[in-house]
């Protein structure tokens, strides 16, 4: 979008491989766009910390937001963290430390759960896709993505002793793709099933998918059966 082609309109279905000949790729994530992505991630922590320290009946009452952090980057870079000054729409974060600080502050209306950014940035307007992955902001701005976690120091430190937990092996699993319904099951247990074959059909928004084998193998179980409403990712049958 920010393309002169695009943005005076002269388009065809050709743009793509006449103004990128290599493909597409999305924006480098630079130093300084890292540093307004940590910036807009401490602003939002700092929204969320707010609107917990208004929910009512807590027994020591409500403590005042901190103002020191660590900021997470991709889980590789980690950076001290200060909010100087702090409004209802405005922040002002010192990034770093000693000689290699950096002022940025951050305005904004955004609210939590909003799924997007919007606001002024070191005094430059910016957007930015927000998701969230259990205590972390995953950010996007012109294709450059950022996961970025917002911690007190020592929880940060501990963090850093975490052991993560490996990818569970669901390569001999058939996992239901979306929340549905069971329509059948189309093989039994032992079963010599060939790639291609049908294993299952599930019903989901008025629509039957039909679900197949990807490579050769045997039914070692099955977990479903016809009626059965399952969620996104639920074991319908397995493999030897």
């Known amino acids: ?11 065809s279905t050709n743009f793509i491989a006449e103004e990128f000949k290599g493909g597409f790729e999305g924006a480098d994530l630079t130093p300084e766009l890292k540093d307004r992505m940590a910036a ?8 969320e910390e707010e609107r917990r320290r208004r929910i009512s009946g807590q027994l020591n009452g409500s403590a005042a937001t901190p103002k020191e952090w660590t900021v997470g980057i991709n889980n590789q870079d980690s950076v ?3 909010t100087m000054t702090e409004g209802k729409d405005v922040v002002a974060v010192r ?52 996961t970025i976690s917002v911690r007190r120091p020592r929880i940060a430190a501990l963090a850093g002793h975490m052991i993560e937990k ?4 669901t ?7 979306m929340p549905g319904l069971v329509i059948s099951i189309q093989v039994e247990v032992g079963q010599d099933v060939k790639a291609g074959e049908v294993l299952a059909v599930v019903e989901a928004m008025k629509m039957e998918n ?26 319908i049958l397995e493999f030897e």
């Open 40 to 47: 807009v991630a401490v602003f939002m922590h700092l929204r």
């Open 210 to 235: 039909v679900l197949r084998a990807e490579r050769d193998g045997v039914v070692k179980r099955i977990a479903a059966k016809p009626g059965d409403s399952l969620p996104v990712d639920a074991v």
């Open 171 to 177: 390569s001999k699993q058939l996992l239901c793709p």
């Open 95 to 146: 990034l770093g430390e000693g000689k290699f600080s950096r002022m940025v502050e951050v305005e904004s209306a955004w609210k939590p759960g909003e799924p997007v950014f919007v606001g002024e940035v070191a005094g430059q307007p910016l957007a930015m896709q927000v998701t969230r992955k259990s205590d972390q902001y995953r950010l996007m701005h012109r294709g450059a993505t950022a």
């Open 80 to 82: 001290p963290v200060r």
């Open 1 to 11: 979008m920010m393309h002169p082609r695009f943005r005076s309109g002269r388009l």
């Open 166 to 169: 490996p990818p569970a092996d």
